[in-house]
């Protein structure tokens, strides 16, 4: 490596005080030095000393710390150590010519501005450049104010998008902590209710879990998206939310239901679609199950009638999943089918009462009892997970 680097500036020793201990190869320098001073550094790439010490006196004349290359290695050599906010790079150079720095220069140093100089002869070779990211060329043989004019103007769109990379950058930390704060205010306003529901009615707490686990392995047998499969996970979680309206002696109650009690747990699909609209405004598949979890695919269900397609398929996979579970449970005044027994009643009524296809996808996941959850199932409860918008 050459060492024709020099340092022609007055300011030399504050300027090699300041060189940073970089490792081989680490290509931002100058970590510790304040951008106000950066700002007023650059380096003037040359081969010919002649015209490279014009450039450089003119601009120390203008207050810059002017540093010196004699070929686009050296400039990069001396980068390695210090910083600089502007580069005047001469095109023709041996080792490496103006527009392969330039090159380079963008990848590891885009911070900096780059200027280049260039004969008349190569304008096209030089507008070329900027489409490489140069700020701007001058064409020698250059008048000095022309250079303190095209300086001054690189130097300020440097400032300028640094300051825009700033602001966006602050922007998106503060739009991102904003978006977490919401996240956690949504949860935990949808937690409450859950728990709610948890202490009103036991049976709901591994209920709810169970349904949403069977929910999210019918998705994804069917092949339904991660965002999909992660907000019918949710909608699951919640999809009895609405028997926190249900009068306690009949969601309790040890026994089969009058027609009168039946009709009123079934209000609570519309009622937990009410209580959840506001907080889950634009989750419409969590919502749709909530409301739409015990349509039948003969249109005899609860609360629209829907048939077939018309219910949303979130809705027709949760069914499958509610009914399921139901059938598999202990309760005070009967007992749980066997798992066979399940699946064959599940069989049984595909087609009048469930989608057939989620049926099929849920044989295709419970192949076997070793599916259903254990006793974790039980005792476990609802813990909301952010589903992915
Ligand atoms: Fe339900």
Same mark, same amino acid.
């Given at each position: 490596m050459s060492h024709r680097v020099s340092f022609a500036s007055p300011h030399q020793d504050s300027v090699t005080a300041s060189r940073t201990l970089d490792?081989? %190869? =680490?290509? @931002?320098? &100058?970590?510790? !030095?304040?951008e106000s001073a950066i700002a007023r550094r650059c380096l003037v790439v040359d081969d010919e000393p002649r015209l490279r010490q014009a450039l450089v006196r003119l601009m120390q004349g203008d207050g810059f710390t002017c540093l010196e290359a004699g070929s686009g290695v050296e400039a990069l050599a001396v980068l390695k150590n210090e910083p600089v906010a502007l580069v005047l790079s /001469? !095109?023709? !150079?041996?080792? !490496?010519d103006g527009q392969e720095l330039l090159r380079q220069l963008r990848v590891g140093y885009p911070d900096i501005a780059v200027v280049m100089i260039t004969a008349v002869a190569e304008v096209e070779v030089a507008v070329a450049c900027l489409s490489l990211g140069a700020m701007d060329y001058i064409t020698k043989p250059f008048v000095f104010e022309e250079v303190r004019a095209r300086v001054a103007q690189a130097l300020e769109k440097r400032r300028l998008l640094a300051d825009n990379r700033d602001y966006q950058e602050r922007l998106e930390v503060r739009v991102k902590a904003q978006a977490e704060r919401l996240e956690t205010l949504f949860l935990a306003s949808i937690q409450s209710l859950a728990d709610a529901l948890e202490l009103k009615d036991p049976y709901t707490r591994g209920h709810s879990v169970r349904v949403s686990q069977y929910g999210v392995a019918i998705a994804r047998a069917m092949g339904l998206s991660p965002t999909l499969t992660a907000q019918i996970e949710l909608g699951g979680h919640l @999809? /009895?939310? %609405?028997?926190? &309206? +249900?009068r306690e002696e009949v969601l309790r109650k040890a026994g089969p239901l009058t027609t009168e009690e039946y009709e009123h747990i079934m209000t609570h699909p519309v009622l937990g679609w009410r209580i959840l609209q506001p907080l889950l405004g634009e989750n419409l598949v969590a919502l749709n199950i909530v409301r739409? @979890? @015990? #349509?039948?695919m003969d249109g005899k &269900? +609860?609360? /629209?009638?829907? #048939?077939g397609d018309e219910i949303p398929r979130e809705a027709r996979i949760i069914a499958v999943a509610d009914a399921f579970d139901a059938m598999m449970s202990k309760r005070p005044y009967r007992n749980g089918l066997t798992f066979t027994e399940a699946m064959a009643e599940l069989r049984r009524v595909a087609g009048p009462q469930f989608d057939p296809q989620v049926v099929d996808a849920f044989f295709e996941v419970a192949?076997? =009892?070793?599916f259903i959850p254990g006793d974790a199932g039980e005792s476990e409860t609802i813990k909301l997970r952010a589903p992915k918008r």
């Open positions: 490792a081989p %190869g =680490q290509l @931002h320098a &100058g970590a510790s !030095m304040p /001469d !095109m023709r !150079m041996p080792a !490496m @999809h /009895d939310v %609405g028997k926190i &309206g +249900v739409s @979890h @015990h #349509e039948r &269900g +609860v609360p /629209d009638r829907f #048939e192949r076997s =009892q070793s």
